[in-house]
């Protein structure tokens, strides 16, 4: 009752910030942030976009995602409309496609830039079933798989990067605390869906990759200790706010359901907070493996604090995007 209290207040935590944060407040005042170069997956619109936006006007240089190439070129044009010395970059990415993750990568690197952000924000949460062109469920590809082979694959040059310049490298995994309603075996659930033995329930597939996404955070934070590397991954829950995500679910039942919450929604730009609060605080130098909510430290279910569940995982994940990937010592640490 207490939380759901400063929720609605907006009653600042630890950090100095709550729900009612916005991500503009959050990155006030914070230096340093014109020598960031930074890659945000599904920015073009909702969360991302506002999250890219404020990057752009604290200086980042940006890398932006797209899987249509045309809305981020338009992203690309329309933040610098707003902050003309911004320094964009948009880039093909289909993050339910491993093939398109590994082609985003190599286009990537052929930039030649450093990396010091990565944030992994991109998200689908479809109605009915689907498979990837790889036959891996489509929820699941785009929310969790997509982005674990992207960072895999970026993660040996944050490390070198942040080893060079001496300047922390950081990764955010936006989550959601969706996550807690996920139970039993994610991966023979999914089997089961793909075989037609149990229906289609988009909202507990969207929490099995949620959940995914937290336990990816625990055990990319352990495997980064243990090689001393300067780079830090948290992940992070924005809130309840209404974006693109749900297009696919629109309907009167949807509308009525935000109706009657409204008054828990956050704004795009408070729900971008926390995303930006854990990818430029200084508070936070040198915090790894945590989970944020409303700009604060916070708690996951006991099943997202499993190690062993977290290292399965990830031993789990590599099997499904097969190839050689290993990018640093991280892939064996």
């Known amino acids: 009752m207490l939380e759901t209290v400063k929720y609605l ?47 752009a006007m604290r200086g980042t240089r940006l890398i932006l995602s797209a899987r249509n190439i045309k809305a981020g070129y338009d992203t690309c044009a329309k933040i610098k409309s707003e902050f003309p010395n911004a320094v964009i970059t948009a880039l093909t990415l289909d993050l339910s496609s491993l093939a398109s993750v590994r082609a985003f990568v190599s286009r990537f690197q052929s930039l030649h830039l450093p990396l010091n952000l990565l944030i992994n924000n991109a998200g689908r949460f479809p109605q009915k079933f ?23 694959l970026l993660t040996g040059k944050m490390v070198d990067v942040a080893r060079e310049t001496g300047v922390e490298g950081r990764i955010v995994i936006v989550t959601s605390n969706i996550h807690t309603w996920f139970s039993g075996d994610g991966f023979e659930y999914l089997r089961q869906i793909a075989d037609k033995k149990i229906a289609y329930d988009p909202t507990r597939v969207y929490a099995w990759s949620k959940l995914a996404n937290v336990l990816h955070t625990k055990e990319l934070a352990i495997r980064l200790r243990k090689i001393g590397a300067n780079v830090t991954v948290n992940c992070v829950h924005p809130g309840v706010v209404r974006t693109g995500l749900t297009r696919e679910r629109d309907g009167f039942f949807t509308d009525i359901v935000f109706f009657l919450s409204s008054k828990l929604l956050k704004s795009t730009s408070q729900a971008a907070a926390t ?3 854990v990818a430029t605080s200084p508070q936070l130098v040198g915090v790894s493996g945590k989970y944020f909510s409303d700009c604060n430290e916070a708690s996951t279910s006991k099943r997202a604090t499993d190690v062993m569940e977290a290292s399965k995982l990830w031993t789990l994940s590599e099997e499904m995007v097969g190839g050689n990937i290993a990018s640093s010592s991280v892939s064996s640490a």
């Open 275 to 277: 995303t930006c609060y």
């Open 130 to 152: 689907s498979l990837s062109e790889d036959g891996f469920d489509m929820t699941f590809s785009t929310n969790y798989l997509g982005h674990f082979l992207l960072t895999k």
């Open 9 to 55: 207040l907006g009653i600042a935590g630890p950090s100095g910030y709550g729900s009612r944060s916005t991500a503009e407040q959050v990155t006030w005042g914070i230096s340093n942030l014109d020598s960031i170069t930074a890659i945000v997956t599904g920015a073009t619109s909702g969360i991302g976009f506002e999250t890219a936006r404020v990057l």
